[in-house]
């Protein structure tokens, strides 16, 4: 049985990242990953803020594509257009990516098993594979949202199904400077995207509580209703897991500590977790360094109250966000656009909105009393609690 300081069990941009910080500290580290290949198959609409790059590295190379705005589209086809002059958003080439982060990790020291999957955990830092027994001090569950190591401590979570197709068409129809969004309370609290690559390329993909037969019936109507999808022909179908976030969850237990999506670290409203992920994963390599040189592991308590102090709040006020429009109906969502966009939310939004921190938004809207216009005075009440 081989020893370790620490083992991380799977090796995705957030536990790859996690890996290169501890193992630049001089960590004998290893990454366990049950794939074959890192990053196969595609599991994410690969559209990451542009705060991704003060996070984390992201070379030019898989930069796909750079978006400015967004047009959100009711249910009966309101449209608000919202946008910046500077980027908002990188469509990154995602598998590549996940490559790119694994091999800086190895190149900074750490050991990269791949197909070696975990299929049990033991007290004192034992980790069970077909191929191979692994020890360590401390054990990181970075293994997705049905990970392994976090149903050793936690409840089985609960989660949304995503899928999304790659497009093509044989015309220039799609405007490379930004997405679509659309909200439907068939899918809430779900929603549909169309995010270009090229402009004869494009991602199309939704979440929801459907099952994956229901999320594709979802995207061929839409295929077959907008005009720019008429002549596209589907070059890949992807599927995967969103995991709902959970305020509740339990990250940290004895010698383990999770991460990424296996410690429900993601966006309420999105469902989009990297780059909230990579900070935790910073925020994780500085206790659990700490835990190892004190050998006092009380010392990776510190990563659990440090992620929470820094996006409680955010958190807190997207699920509320959540909870409203799961609450409408497409007559309720149709008029709140029609009074955002009297309102001229459309100028609000634009200056201060942000794909991955929405609370600097909603206090805007308190400010300014439009918020009070389109959702009802109790949920209002909660919202506004949120900063008491």
Not at 252 to 265: E, H, M
Not at 334 to 344: A, H, R, S, V, W
Request: charged share 25%; glycine share 6%; hydrophobic share 40%.
């Amino acid at each position: 049985m081989k020893k370790y300081d620490i083992a991380i069990v799977g090796a995705g941009p957030v536990g790859s990242t996690f890996a290169r910080n501890v193992a630049d500290k001089g960590f004998d580290v290893v990454m366990l990953e049950k794939k074959r290949e890192i990053g196969i198959p595609l599991q994410c609409a690969g559209l990451l803020g542009q705060k991704i790059k003060e996070i984390n590295i992201l070379p030019d190379e898989y930069v796909l594509n750079q978006v400015y705005g967004a047009h959100i589209h009711s249910p009966s086809n309101n449209i608000m257009n919202v946008g910046k002059k500077n980027v908002q958003a990188y469509v990154i080439d995602r598998v590549g990516y996940d490559k790119y982060l694994a091999n800086l990790a190895v190149d900074s020291g750490a050991e990269l098993l791949l197909n070696h999957k975990v299929t049990d955990s033991y007290l004192k830092g034992c980790l069970k594979t077909k191929e191979a027994d692994i020890q360590a001090d401390i054990i990181v569950g970075a293994d997705g949202h049905s990970s392994v190591i976090s149903s050793i401590f936690n409840d089985k979570p609960r989660s949304f199904m995503a899928a999304q197709y790659l497009i093509e068409t044989d015309q220039e129809v799609f405007d490379r400077d930004n997405v679509h969004l659309h909200v439907d309370d068939s899918i809430s609290p779900g929603f549909l995207w169309s995010i270009p690559v090229t402009s004869s390329r494009a991602r199309i993909g939704l979440f929801s509580n459907m099952n994956y037969t229901e999320l594709n019936n979802v995207l061929a109507k839409f295929m077959d209703t907008e005009p720019m999808f008429k002549t596209a022909k589907i070059i890949k179908k992807y599927q995967g897991y969103i995991p709902i976030y959970d305020p509740k969850k339990k990250i940290v237990d004895n010698r383990t500590i999770l991460l990424g999506d296996a410690a429900s670290q993601v966006k309420p409203t999105t469902g989009g977790g990297l780059l909230i992920g990579f900070e935790c994963a910073k925020i994780a390599a500085e206790s659990v360094s700490k835990a190892l040189e004190m050998e006092d592991y009380s010392y990776l308590k510190e990563y659990e109250n440090q992620t929470k102090k820094r996006f409680k709040n955010e958190l807190r006020v997207q699920i509320e966000v959540q909870k409203i429009f799961e609450s409408m109906n497409n007559q309720d969502l149709d008029e709140m656009f029609l009074k955002l966009k009297e309102g001229n939310a459309e100028e609000l939004i634009s200056k201060y909105g942000d794909m991955d921190t929405q609370s600097t938004l909603i206090k805007e809207m308190i400010k300014n009393g439009l918020l009070f216009s389109i959702v009802p005075k109790l949920l209002t009440r909660r919202i506004m609690g949120l900063w008491k």
